[in-house]
């Protein structure tokens, strides 16, 4: 069965690092997703994309974050100056239509 | 503002019992929601959606309904196993007559079945 695949799995920092997630989302799907989900707490969205362009993002999703779809297979979410906040699990997500969701097994950061 | 709110405690119940959940929502107009799975360290996985013109529905021992006019959700699990033992989440989306395709979340009920 298609699934969404992360890497890498763990990436621990330094404070005001850049980091790079990345996400290859099933090969069809249209819609594609990042949240984060701090420990203990909800899954919170961060930004959708469709059609080569972000469609909606939260609060969260400052001038630090930014997202690309460098080719047509890779997804990635840039964290320019990362703070000791930004420590989280990323999911990456995606989907064919404006219904079911599949989430990709997670990045875990850790900003020292 | 925009809340969903679902039991922060645990519910622990015996295997071969139905697991009950509960979804609460506030100041949202949904064009369906949805249930997911999360277990500790794992991304979230689609369960079941119901849509906002559908009271009930069923996958296997899960059944979902929607109630709009209470603004409320409820997650069945029949047969429970302790292999359902995990954190369930309600997800929304808001109508499309307003608001954006933002998936909000729950934070989940963790649900524990002893053998």
């Known amino acids: 069965e298609p699934e969404v695949t992360q890497t890498p799995s763990h990436q621990v920092t330094q404070m005001g690092q850049e980091v790079i997630l990345r996400c290859v989302p099933i090969?069809?799907?249209?819609?594609f997703y990042w949240y984060r989900q701090i420990l203990g707490q909800k899954v919170e969205f961060l930004v959708s994309?469709?059609?080569?362009?972000?469609?909606?993002k939260s609060e969260i999703f400052d001038d630090q974050f930014s997202v690309e779809r460098p080719d047509g297979s890779n997804f990635t979410l840039k964290i320019r100056s990362t703070k000791l906040e930004d420590s989280a699990m990323y999911f990456c997500?995606?989907?064919?239509?404006?219904?079911?969701?599949?989430f990709g097994p997670g990045t875990r950061l850790l900003v020292l | 503002s925009q809340k969903i709110e679902q039991n922060s405690e645990a519910l622990n119940i015996q295997e071969g019992k139905t697991a009950t959940l509960t979804c609460n929502y506030t100041?949202?107009?949904?064009?369906?929601l949805q249930w997911y799975r999360q277990d500790p360290g794992r991304g979230p996985v689609f369960l079941l959606l119901?849509?906002?013109?559908?009271k009930e529905k069923r996958k296997e021992r899960l059944k979902v309904t929607f109630d709009t006019t209470l603004k409320q959700s409820l997650f069945h699990i029949t047969a429970s196993q302790p292999a359902d033992s995990a954190t369930y989440l309600c997800?929304?989306?808001?109508?499309?007559?307003?608001?954006?395709?933002?998936?909000?979340f729950g934070r989940g009920t963790s649900l524990i079945v002893h053998p």
């Open positions: 100041n949202y107009s949904p064009a369906y």
């Open positions: 994309f469709y059609n080569n362009e972000i469609s909606e």
């Open positions: 119901i849509r906002e013109n559908e």
């Open positions: 090969s069809n799907h249209l819609y």
């Open positions: 997500a995606s989907r064919w239509s404006l219904e079911t969701q599949y």
């Open positions: 997800a929304l989306d808001p109508s499309r007559s307003g608001g954006s395709y933002i998936p909000t």
